[in-house]
DNA sequence: GAGAGGGGAGAACGATCGTTCTCACAACGC
DNA sequence: GCGTTGTGAGAACGATCGTTCTCCCCTCTC
């Protein structure tokens, strides 16, 4: 990948991130990313094409954080946890204005199934990972969609509260969730 | 209230819920709501104000519902599993497509301090009827955001997935956290 | 019946958007 | 030195949007 595409694709998230997909034109992205409006084109055939390659940027870059930030603890149950305190440092950044998913799916997943296929893609991808790290908990199987839903509401309620207390408070849930979870798998194997 | 500008709030709430506030024009508006644009603009100076109106209607409709169905239950444990089942009913609708607030302020949030601002108040005010209703099955004060947290959650879930499952998926980690919270409670009681 | 007023249909306007085209200039091979 | 090629700057194009204006007809009033 050239140069002047990852300069343009990470414009193009900062931008698409804080303004919205619809509010930044080509002209504005074209300046933002220092580059000309020939080369713009010449690197992608259409804005869409760009939307694309930001939502790509985008799982790489959460996937990778996520992950990270689960290997630096050893506990299974610890690992579940993880996940929110990823979340916490993620909603007190400046930057931080909701899931760029969600989002996206907001704004165009009724107009371009493209992003809305990307959008349920990345989560299922999401719930998959954890429910890997779940059934190394040794929970059941209904655990992992209840973490993913906490950390969903998680993410727009930080961003549209525009405060970062959500992951505490989905944190301590997940405590209790998990901890019932075990509970109930220890007690039935008893 | 004219019955024009009822008529009209209520097209643009299914056309923007359907098809994304931006995505759909003053001109298709008035066809579809079958006035003219002159009619159009006599009853609402902008297109922005009908966004707030249509915000408004969307508030009035949620709150009545929701409470409606909670009223349904007597059980004060029971009436917080109702928003739930409130919220299964409504993901099974053919037209859902996700809270319209979390639409609207990602789609416009950024650039619309009013809309950022009208979400906030209607999440808040969410928050508040589930504080009261925990409050009143004796709950401690820290369960209402995570009810809250989870019922967020499963609305941007089912959007994005498509399906209703997500709403039972919350309601069973509702039951799990309201268990957990009365039950502290009563044991620090006894 | 004549005139006035209001509302409907839709043209028009100015702005903005995504995309393409023009043109001038700089770097390179011969 | 000269033509060729490719790039940058930005004008231009066509579409669409929100909003306003024009024109015409219908309906009242006297």
Redesign the interface.
Known sequence: MSEARTRIVATADELYN???I??VGMDELRAAAGVSLKKLYQEFPSKSSIVMAVLERRHRSWAEGLEAAVRQVAEPRERLLAIFDYLARWFGEDSF???G???????????SPEV?QY??EH??SFQEYVGTLASRAGAPA?LA??L??????????A????TA??AQ??R??AE??ID?ALGARASRAA
């Open positions: 804080a303004r919205g619809q509010a204005r909701g899931c998913f969600i989002n996206s799916f907001a704004e165009l997943g009724a107009v809305a959008a349920r989560k299922v209904y969609p209840q993913s839903i906490l950390a969903e509401g998680a993410q727009t309620t961003a549209i509260a525009g207390e959500a408070q989905a301590s849930a209790v969730l019932a």
